[in-house]
């Protein structure tokens, strides 16, 4: 059963890899704070990181920005934030995240969303997206939301790489991990300039 288990992860990842290919991401289309529609498709060929958060969270969404906002300087910092890499933080609480709601979210944690996109749209919409990730939200008598705390690493391909909680979200492993899955990507674009061109008979 094991070895069926590593078999199975293995499968489409390069031999030198260290990241596992955990499955295929799930798409989404959902509104960001500018009242652009964004897709994960649109973000092909860029590595990502996706996470949920939702803007009166007091607890680990916080932490989880803030941990991000370490994640994205030590990006910043390699050279390849923006360029090779981008953000998606989906709210847990659509029914009252809204686009305003969010963009003051961004605001006070001074993050630029054109590289880091809040998300939220019509609840129906957001909530399948939120089971298409396995995130399940659950409300208290307060209005407090129990949730996990995930932040998925997806690769250039769309294949989730790796999933964190804030105890394993630190900027350098989350960039030797960016690192690995980009690096992926240009040893295939080599690969395929490289390959014979294939003559029918």
Do not use: Q
Not at 23 to 28: E, L, M, P, S
Not at 174 to 191: F, P
């Amino acid at each position: 059963m094991f070895l069926l288990l590593l078999m199975a992860m293995k499968i489409g990842v390069p031999e030198a890899s260290t990241l596992a290919d955990i499955g295929a991401a799930a798409d989404f289309k959902l509104v960001d704070t500018n009242g652009h529609e964004i897709s994960l498709e649109s973000f092909r060929g860029k590595a990502v990181l996706v996470s949920f958060v939702y803007t009166t969270c007091t607890g680990t969404c916080p932490m989880t920005t803030l941990a991000l906002t370490r994640v994205r300087d030590k990006l910043e910092k390699a050279g390849i934030w923006g360029e090779g890499v981008e953000f998606v933080s989906i709210t847990l609480d659509p029914d009252r995240d809204d686009v305003e709601a969010l963009k003051r979210y961004a605001e006070m944690y001074k993050i630029d969303t054109s590289r880091w996109h809040f998300l939220s749209g019509d609840p129906a919409e957001v909530k399948k997206s939120l089971a298409d990730w396995g995130m399940w939200v659950k409300r208290d008598r307060t209005g407090v939301l129990d949730h996990p705390s995930r932040v998925f690493l997806v690769d250039p391909r769309g294949r989730i790489r790796e999933i964190y909680n804030l105890e394993f979200l630190k900027p350098a492993w989350v960039v030797d991990d960016v690192r690995t899955v980009l690096g992926e990507k240009s040893n295939r674009s080599t690969d395929e300039k490289n390959r014979p061109a294939r003559i029918d008979r």
